[in-house]
């Protein structure tokens, strides 16, 4: 069985910059991604950042693109995002996810590149309990 728990969220202003960390305890074998993704307000899961757990391959959603960096730390088995220049717009609660299933992971990145949500369908695998993200002007 596999654990999640996320940590780092807060409140920051506009412009301001956070680092939330997402910390495995279990089993993590069979990995195949792991995820960042962030419920907006129309209560809708979006993917933020995706990191291939073998070859550290990223993709970020556009609307996080050149300011959130995702990154892992395999020895601690810790998942990070590190947030930069934040926008109001990018208030929400952060969960992180261990997808399992490879094909989970490639509509993730397309799910990002089409600029839609998660499928509530999708068998993703292990979620954490998430962190609140509030961006003030």
């Known amino acids: 069985q596999l654990q999640l728990r996320e940590s780092g969220g807060g409140s920051v202003q506009a412009g301001g910059s956070l680092m939330v960390s997402c910390e495995a305890s279990?089993?993590?074998?069979?990995?195949?991604?792991m995820i960042w993704s962030r419920q907006t307000p129309e209560n809708q899961r979006e993917g933020v950042a995706l990191?291939?757990?073998?070859?550290?391959?990223?993709y970020y959603a556009d609307s996080v693109k050149g300011r959130f960096t995702i990154s892992q730390d395999n020895v601690k088995k810790t998942l990070y995002l590190q947030m930069n220049s934040l926008k109001p717009e990018d208030t929400a609660m952060y969960y992180c996810?261990?997808?399992?299933?490879?094909?989970?992971?490639?509509?993730?990145?397309?799910?990002?590149?089409?600029?839609?949500?998660?499928?509530?369908?999708?068998?993703?695998?292990?979620w954490g309990q998430g962190t609140q993200v509030t961006v003030s002007q």
């Open positions: 996810a261990a997808v399992m299933k490879f094909p989970s992971c490639v509509r993730v990145t397309t799910s990002m590149a089409l600029h839609v949500g998660l499928s509530a369908d999708d068998d993703f695998g292990y």
């Open positions: 279990g089993d993590t074998t069979g990995t195949q991604c």
């Open positions: 990191i291939y757990t073998g070859r550290g391959v990223t």
